[in-house]
């Protein structure tokens, strides 16, 4: 089995198992605040209160992955048609990578452009620094643990 198949066939199974532990671990706050992050990274800090890492994860983010895009001339954002193993970095992207798909499932790569692949390599880092922005969400969200009684 080759790389791209595994990824089509594997991907979606990988991504359900994430969904349902997420749902069946996650206090409502969690909940919320890391499907604000997927929908735009930065949203579910703000919500949360923590504006100055909503700044921080939202710039870094959305700035990273529009180099990308411009360095792959909007090209390199596909779930699976142009490049499969990338779909799987931009999992995490949540809304921004649904966007602009959408918005450019059309365009095809016509002529050479040296920059692509570092294109599509920004933007895999930025969607998967959204993941590592919906982990700190959920951090930032989780219930206190309990101390056992006679703990400092």
């Known amino acids: 089995m080759n790389l791209a198949l595994l990824a089509q066939k594997g991907a979606p199974l990988v991504v359900l198992a994430g969904l349902l532990y997420f749902l069946a ?10 499907l604000l992050t ?10 949360i ?4 890492r909503a700044l921080w994860f939202g710039g870094l983010i959305i700035g990273l992955f529009l180099l990308g895009l411009v360095l792959a001339k ?7 048609d ?7 970095a931009q999992a995490p992207g949540g809304f921004l990578v649904v966007l602009t798909w959408l ?4 365009l095809y790569l016509t002529s050479d452009n040296p920059t692509y692949t570092v294109g599509c390599l920004y933007v895999g880092v930025a969607c998967l620094l959204n993941l590592v922005a919906m982990c700190d ?14 703990a400092v």
């Open 25 to 34: 671990r996650a206090n409502p706050r969690q909940r919320v605040a890391v």
């Open 38 to 47: 997927w929908v735009l990274p930065g949203l579910g800090h703000w919500k």
């Open 49 to 52: 209160g923590r504006k100055d």
């Open 74 to 80: 909007f090209l390199c954002v596909s779930p699976f």
């Open 82 to 88: 142009r490049h499969p193993i990338w779909a799987i």
């Open 103 to 106: 918005a450019t499932r059309g």
């Open 137 to 150: 969400a959920w951090d930032l969200t989780e219930a206190p643990a309990k101390k056992p009684e006679g």
